[in-house]
């Protein structure tokens, strides 16, 4: 035997189906001055015309919004497209009544990227302050600290000889590499004072 699926719909028997007709029908129970009421149709007292409309209105903290997606050809980079459409958005002229908004991808790239540093000037601050307590002095972890724009220096020329762009897993790169760069200055002056003892 032969399985057929049946679309149902259960409706209430009292509902009526509402179209332009039965709108337009409706009648409004109006008070007078004199406190009677008077049955008014809607179509006298409203004008109905046809047009078109979205289908469905999204919204965000109440306001209503339309997305615009896109997809970035292979060979591009994501923050630097996003980057040319936002300096594109600035020189636009949008109207009073609305406002443009980047999100997506390049937002979180860009929130991302604003951790990272945020992170390695910390990640620097506190390599600072322990080694001031390790050496019990001001001077040579400042010493030490003129090394890390060496590190960056050299991750920089890499990233511009390989052809990338600076980017959220190269950001995370810098900020091991300042900690290898301090590392290695800690052993070269923990080495000299050493030295300059005997």
Known sequence: TEIKDYDVLVMNGDDIELTRDTVEELVLDVSKKDGTYEHVPLKEIADFERTEGVSSIQRDAQSRMISVTAAI???YNVGLVGNDVERMLKDYDVPEVYSVHMSGENETINDAMKQLVLMLVLALAFM????VAQFQSLLSPFIIMFTVPLAFTGGLLALFVGGYEISV???????MLSGIIVNNGIVLIDYTNQLRIF
């Open 73 to 75: 050809a292979e060979g």
């Open 128 to 131: 600072y302050l322990i080694m």
């Open 169 to 175: 897993i190269a950001m995370i790169g810098f900020v």
